[in-house]
């Protein structure tokens, strides 16, 4: 026996909001990671920090991108524990890099 069809409502689209708010706050952390380090003086740590923010950020972009046009369906599916495992490295990743260019 089913059961009655499954109304999502409105959490597609805010699950999709959550990830394009997340994608920015990615994109200004690692322009602020550019920023200090060519403010600061563009030592080679900070040059390989900034290129590691950098490929982090773009890691985060793919997997945002991703999943944002998974969601554009009435029933999308969930996200692959690889993706979400990316997220949270590249996620990590971008934090320690900041901090890094700022040492």
Do not use: K
Request: aromatic residues 4%.
């Amino acid at each position: 026996m089913t059961g009655p069809a499954r109304d999502p409502g409105l959490q597609p689209e805010r699950t999709r909001l959550a990830w394009r708010r997340t994608t920015l706050a990615c994109t200004v952390v690692a322009l602020l990671g550019v920023r200090q380090a060519l403010v600061g003086g563009a030592t080679g740590a900070a040059a390989l920090a900034v290129a590691a923010s950098l490929l982090a950020w773009l890691g985060f972009l793919a997997v945002a991108h991703r999943r944002v046009t998974g969601m554009g369906t009435a029933r999308p599916a969930p996200l692959p524990r690889r993706l979400a495992l990316a997220a949270v490295a590249c996620t990590v990743a971008l934090a320690v890099f900041a901090a890094a260019t700022l040492f």
